[in-house]
């Protein structure tokens, strides 16, 4: 939404949803705002071009090598000695930061106050939310989510580890400032028919990073301000994703933070199942003691009708996301309805899709995506030929 150029489609994709379900199917889409980053650097480039050579690294390489004559040498040179280091003497060498844009390729945070655009994040966010939200109303979305989970730039704000000096970091009240002042800027221009509702995390799963209490605390602040709802995630953080091969980039899903935010069933006790809902449930229940109506999602591992009707019955959210379960029987909904759950695909919690989110390649499911059918006729199909939707269900009762 970061450009009046997409309201075309997705105005085509709104209409699509809408006479397809006859209006039944309300569309929402997440506005989302990241930092630059980079692509994991070849040894020759991170030493030949990226490495911003100062006074210090000179002085740390004449020290390391115990030789003080690379202080004043040629930059030419220097580089070919420090390409020809070991990664032992490159760890001794290279400072955190630079050491972790080596290994996992550079990355910006919103503590990097030395950079004017990222300075002025708290000048610029609220105007371009409060403009993309336009264009989602524009385009005819019921609602808009902004987006302040996972590795995206208005979590790391709301982050324990933002250690901003500048009124935007540090205690709770200052890390919610901007998120709330992304929010009414929002609200301002959004017309009063869409629904305005957030995502955030209800822990970071990540060392000296946000656990429940401080998403008590955003929840009730995001309630006060006026949210229609709270939609409420899990880790999806950059901190501890792993090493990513070179020439790719870090993925925010790959560490234990990534596997809380999409469980699988290798994900040890209590298994995938419903396994974030404590966290909405304690969010939910500091906003409704704090006198606030907006509604609380919760979603992570639930497949099930009577997961989510007893999740709602025991009052630990108001709304259900299921995004696999989704994925992998988008008729899950009508055949419950229709009182045949046993026809229902259940998703096997393997992250089959996810791994082709990570590479970039079109989201398809394993249970479906490779099934040919008599009936198929003109369908489309993915470069490597996996059917890029699931097959349609006909079902006696289904028109019922
Ligand atoms: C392929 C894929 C893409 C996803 N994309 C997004 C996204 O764009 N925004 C978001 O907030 N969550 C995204 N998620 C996370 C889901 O919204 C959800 O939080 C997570 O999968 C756990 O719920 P589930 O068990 O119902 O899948 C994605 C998940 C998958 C599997
Ligand atoms: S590929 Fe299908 S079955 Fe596997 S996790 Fe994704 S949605 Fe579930």
């Known amino acids: 939404m970061g450009h009046d150029r997409y309201i075309g489609g997705l105005r085509k994709l709104v209409e699509t949803v809408r006479e397809a379900s006859g209006g039944r199917t309300k569309l929402f889409i997440q506005i989302i705002d990241f930092l630059a980053i980079r692509r994991r650097p070849t040894k020759e480039n991170f030493f030949g071009r990226y490495l911003e050579l100062d006074v210090a690294y000179r002085r740390r390489l004449g020290e390391l090598l115990q030789d003080s004559t690379w202080e004043c040498a040629e930059d030419q040179a220097i580089r070919e000695r420090m ?3 070991s ?3 490159i760890a001794q060498l290279l400072r955190p930061r630079d050491l972790e844009s080596y290994r996992f390729g550079y990355r910006e945070r919103v503590t990097d106050l030395d950079r004017p655009h990222i300075r002025d994040l708290p000048a610029a966010l609220p105007g371009l939310f409060a403009d993309a939200a336009q264009r989602c109303a524009e385009a005819g979305f019921d609602g808009v989510e902004l987006h302040f989970a996972h590795a ?5 704000f709301l982050s324990a580890l933002n250690t901003r000096q500048d009124g935007y970091g540090g205690p709770r009240e200052n890390r919610v400032r901007l998120p709330l002042e992304v929010y009414a800027a929002v609200r301002q221009k959004l017309p009063s028919s869409l629904v305005l509702g957030c995502r ?7 060392g000296g990073g946000n656990r429940i209490e401080d998403a008590v605390y955003f929840g009730v602040a995001f309630a006060k301000a006026g949210f229609d709802y709270l939609s409420i995630s899990k880790g999806g953080k950059f901190e501890d994703a792993k090493q990513p091969k070179v020439g790719a980039a870090a993925y925010p899903y790959t560490g234990p933070s990534g596997h809380e935010c999409m469980p699988t069933t290798h994900i040890g006790p209590p298994g995938p199942f419903g396994r974030n809902v404590p966290l909405a449930a304690a969010i939910r229940r500091a906003v409704r003691e704090a006198g606030f109506s907006s509604l609380v999602v919760t979603s992570g591992g639930i497949s099930s009708f009577w997961q989510a009707e007893e999740i709602l019955r025991r009052g630990e959210a108001d709304l259900i996301g299921a995004a696999r379960q989704s994925l992998a029987d988008p008729d899950w909904f009508k055949k419950i309805r229709l009182g045949l759950g046993d026809q229902v695909r259940r998703c096997l919690f393997t992250n089959y899709c996810e791994g082709l989110d990570q590479a970039h390649k079109p989201v398809t499911c394993q249970l479906w995506d490779r099934l040919q059918l008599p009936d198929d006729g003109e369908i489309v199909r993915t470069a490597d030929g996996r059917r890029w939707t699931a097959p349609a269900w006909r079902s006696n009762l289904a028109n019922s």
Do not use: H, P, R, W
């Open 83 to 85: 390409l020809s280091l």
């Open 200 to 206: 955030f995390l209800g822990d970071e799963v990540i």
């Open 87 to 89: 990664e032992e003497q």
């Open 152 to 156: 995206y730039t208005m979590a790391s």
